[in-house]
């Protein structure tokens, strides 16, 4: 039986990813990308934990537990504990020269200096970022555009994006194998820099804004890129969308309620739940 659960689950992830038409009314991008997103993944870890907490004796609905499927519940919440600590690992390690990185106060903001020619800007970190500039984008970008740039690093560190995507980009890694996460990745990513686009116009002007897209889009052109830090950050020019720059921009000068991040459905992540249900059957 709980061989069946888990396949029944299974099913329903992979339905979730490929036929994500099912929201009974309209929705923003934003919510439906997240729904997709974190919905399947959360699904199975909480099939493996209802499953491991039911164990492998005894029975459920008349129907035998089995030994099989307790270990693949133990094997894939080992594998997402693994995967855990890893980008943990991997954030920790990324963060410390960052602190090694000199002291400046620019526009207000503290920020730190990284010595590259490539015309960088990240905030990064957990649930309190910092913000590192390059010398390559401070020798880009005069003071108005650089102000503009420094508005969207502060919106991210606003909406704490390295926290949010550091447990975002754990799912990523344990769900690699479903349907379309790699997608449904990229256009979380996108809408990111949008979210930040669009608070920071809330201060500086919207057209300066876009003009330091085009402007450090141009730079990079010319210039070798660098490994990004990944997990723990969050940057103004992410080079993985570079390609989707017009939509971007196109975004900024939305005032439609498409891009709008309104939150997550939690009514609708009570799904995820669904699993633990099962729980009291088992005898």
């Keep these: 039986m709980h061989l069946m659960m888990i396949l029944t689950m299974l099913t329903l992830a992979i339905g979730v990813r490929w036929f994500d038409t099912f929201y009974p009314y309209p929705v923003s991008r934003w919510?439906?990308?997240l729904i997709?997103?974190?919905?399947?993944p959360l699904l199975l870890l909480m099939t493996a934990i209802a499953v491991i907490a039911m164990g492998y004796h005894g029975e459920m609905l008349g129907f035998p537990a089995s030994r099989f499927s307790y270990l693949l519940a133990v094997g894939f919440l080992g594998f997402a504990v693994i995967r855990a600590m890893e980008i943990h690992y991997q954030g920790w390690s990324s963060l410390q020269p960052i602190k090694n990185y000199p002291q400046q106060q620019i526009n207000n903001q503290r920020v730190r200096i990284?010595?590259?020619?490539?015309?960088?800007?990240?905030?990064?970190?957990?649930?309190?970022?910092?913000?590192?500039?390059?010398?390559?984008?401070?020798?880009?970008l005069d003071n108005d555009h650089l102000k503009a740039v420094i508005a969207h690093e502060?919106?991210?560190?606003?909406?704490?994006?390295?926290?949010?995507?550091?447990?975002?980009?754990?799912?990523?890694?344990?769900?690699?194998?479903?349907?379309r996460t790699k997608q449904l990745w990229q256009d979380l990513l996108l809408l990111r820099e949008i979210r930040a686009d669009q608070q920071a116009a809330h201060t500086v002007d919207p057209l300066i804004l876009a003009e330091s897209l085009l402007i450090i889009a141009q730079e990079i052109n010319h210039i070798a890129t660098e490994k990004p830090l990944g997990v723990v950050e969050a940057t103004f020019h992410d080079l993985t969308i570079n390609n989707r720059l017009e939509e971007r921009i196109n975004a900024l000068f939305n005032e439609s309620d498409y891009f709008r991040f309104d939150g997550i459905d939690w009514n609708f992540m009570l799904l995820t739940l669904l699993p633990l249900i099962s729980i009291p059957f088992h005898q």
């Design 31 to 33: 919510q439906r990308s």
């Design 154 to 179: 502060q919106a991210h560190a606003y909406y704490h994006d390295t926290f949010w995507f550091f447990w975002l980009g754990w799912l990523k890694r344990i769900s690699f194998w479903l349907p």
């Design 114 to 140: 990284i010595e590259t020619n490539l015309p960088y800007s990240a905030q990064v970190g957990f649930w309190n970022s910092e913000l590192i500039i390059s010398n390559g984008l401070l020798n880009t």
């Design 36 to 40: 997709v997103f974190m919905l399947p």
